[in-house]
């Protein structure tokens, strides 16, 4: 469905971290060593509820004390659009993207026949959760026209945290034509899907949960408004 070019034209070898910042009001990004995880990164990570195979491709990064996530485009290759640091003391992430879209997943969305399914996620840790391999997590606080452009050949379905500015969020996409996740009632007390994974719950279970739920645009648009 895309190619490299057409996907992302800017990518760089995953062999240290990139941080961008701005200094004197300019952007720049400097490399940082990065080396496996290690046991601290491991426990938290497990507390999250996540297996060695949800994490064995993330690194550390021991002068910024951040777990490193990357965003491969080509993993055979080694080759990233982008990455997410988490400090394990303030639990603050960073994201870094070389280019647009700021989406996650994209090694997956490259190879997916036009027409498909493709789940929508708020964050990438809550996306490693779910278990669904056709989906991506949507990095902010709406659908950029770039991500828009990228998905437009596929039935994009969104799926937000269980509280207000999640509902908010998705009443606006339900407008635009979106299938939604409605949540139900009993989820709010935990509000996204890995507050589920951290208390027990399967990948499978997680996913049954949502695709039980998907409502398409006009029903969800009613719903919602019933809601709030």
Known sequence: PLSLHDALPIYKEFTCMYFTTTKDNEQITIELD?????????SYLQGRGFKEDDYKDFKY???RNDIVIPFF???SQNLIYGLQSR???NKIFHNNFFDNPKTTNLEMLMKLPKGSDLYGIESEFDRLSTGIKNS???LGSTISDNIKDLIKDYNFIVCNDADLPGDTKAMHSAKEGYSVLIHQEGMYQFKDFNQLLQL???KENIEKYIKDNIQSSKKAYMMLRRKM
Not at 34 to 42: A, F, R, S
Request: glycine residues 4%.
């Open 73 to 75: 485009l080509d993993r």
């Open 136 to 138: 991506v997590a949507v």
């Open 200 to 202: 027990g719950q399967s």
């Open 61 to 63: 990064c021991p002068s």
């Open 87 to 89: 400090n394990l003391v």
């Open 34 to 42: 990065i080396e496996d995880l290690n046991e601290e990164c491991i």
